[in-house]
């Protein structure tokens, strides 16, 4: 095994002269497609590319963390890089599908502040990930398609007597369960509190099946917007950059409700196993300096360093989730780590039921 203090002066070394051409020249980078995808590739990948001269493949997943543990788990690791919810995070570092990143020596920001120092606590909180990105779960409505009044609330989201129509849901436990539990009258403070126990989560699901018979299950967040624009559902559960993005550059008539919001963050995470190791560390010391970062505001998402977030356009700065922080939630992914799978077998066998 390389020696992780030798790798880390290597890549450090690759920052401050900007290529390393002793390192393999593939790379697999697997992110979230859509408008996000495209600022990561704008901001992070392309500069990477032309710093470093290195072939990376740019390619989408749907999240979770089946397809990292299939991979490392038969040996066949095809992906290098993944960006990964913190809401998955845990579990994947907990079961030794990532490699341990060296947080010490990732590069100072532009302000010369140094990383530790720079970067929001969460954004280093696993040995396992590097933050990018401050996200919400919301959902939006479309006031062209919306009947019943004007939603506002997780509670409206529930509500198909009042707010009658379809709603879209991403098809995981997470955040659902958070969701029905919020909308059936749990204080926020006590969700994963109460979601811990049987009870908790019966009543979870039964308020989830008050609605299950108007729900679109979708898979990606990329499919979000599109369900919305083209009538598919009238409530769409939604990554908020996602909306935000089809509000700016198609003057879609969406609505964000920031009610009820679970905030959490992504990360660059290096897959257990990968066969381009150092590549796959040089990229994410590159891709999470102050710059890079500061480009996430494209799609309305808060870059997880300080420099980085005193770049953001302040026209930008009310459309990030750090500015609805006290109308959310923040997801527990240590909750997620231990509840994960047990949860998720449940809510399948649910969409069967």
């Not at 390192?23 to 497609?33: E, H, K, M, Y």
């Not at 543990?69 to 960006?83: I, L, M, S």
């Not at 560390?281 to 997880?304: H, I, K, N, R, W």
Request: proline letters at 5%.
């Amino acid at each position: 095994m390389i020696d992780i203090a030798a790798r880390a002066l290597r890549f450090v070394a690759v920052l401050a002269v900007g290529v390393s051409p002793a390192l393999a020249d593939d790379l697999t980078v697997v992110s979230f497609g859509g408008a996000y995808g495209a600022a990561q590739k704008k901001h992070m990948i392309d500069p990477f590319v032309e710093a470093t001269g290195a072939n990376v493949l740019f390619d989408d997943y749907a999240g979770g963390i089946a397809e990292i543990k299939a991979q490392v788990e038969t040996g066949n690791v095809h992906w290098d890089v993944v960006d990964i919810e913190v809401i998955d995070l845990e579990r994947a570092c907990s079961e030794g599908l990532l490699e341990v990143l060296p947080h010490d020596v990732l590069p100072p920001g532009s302000n010369g502040v140094p990383a530790q120092e720079d970067f929001f606590k969460e954004a280093l909180a696993s040995e396992c990930g590097v933050g990018i990105i401050v996200w919400a779960v919301i959902y939006a409505y479309n006031t062209d398609t919306v009947v019943g009044g004007t939603p506002s609330t997780i509670e409206d989201f529930f509500d198909v007597a009042t707010f009658p129509g379809q709603r879209a849901l991403r098809r995981r436990p997470q955040v659902n369960l958070e969701w029905a539990l919020i909308a059936d009258g749990v204080p926020r403070d006590r969700v994963y509190q109460v979601l811990a126990t049987v009870a908790g989560q019966a009543r979870a699901f039964a308020k989830l099946d008050t609605i299950k018979d108007d729900v679109v299950w979708y898979e990606s967040w990329s499919q979000a917007p599109q369900l919305l624009n083209d009538g598919g559902a009238v409530l769409v559960q939604s990554a908020n950059g996602r909306i935000y993005k089809d509000i700016e550059d198609y003057d879609r008539p969406f609505v964000i409700v920031w009610d009820g919001n679970l905030f959490d963050l992504d990360v660059w995470s290096v897959v257990k196993g990968t066969p381009n190791l150092e590549r796959a560390f040089e990229f994410v010391a590159f891709a999470t300096q102050t710059e890079p970062l500061s480009g996430m505001q494209d799609v309305a998402y808060g870059p997880a360093r300080r420099s980085a977030a005193q770049l953001v356009d302040p026209n930008v700065r009310d459309e990030l989730p750090t500015a609805h922080i006290d109308e959310g939630l923040k997801v527990d992914s240590a909750f997620w780590a231990d509840f994960g799978e047990d949860l998720e077998q449940a809510f399948n066998q649910w969409l069967l039921n």
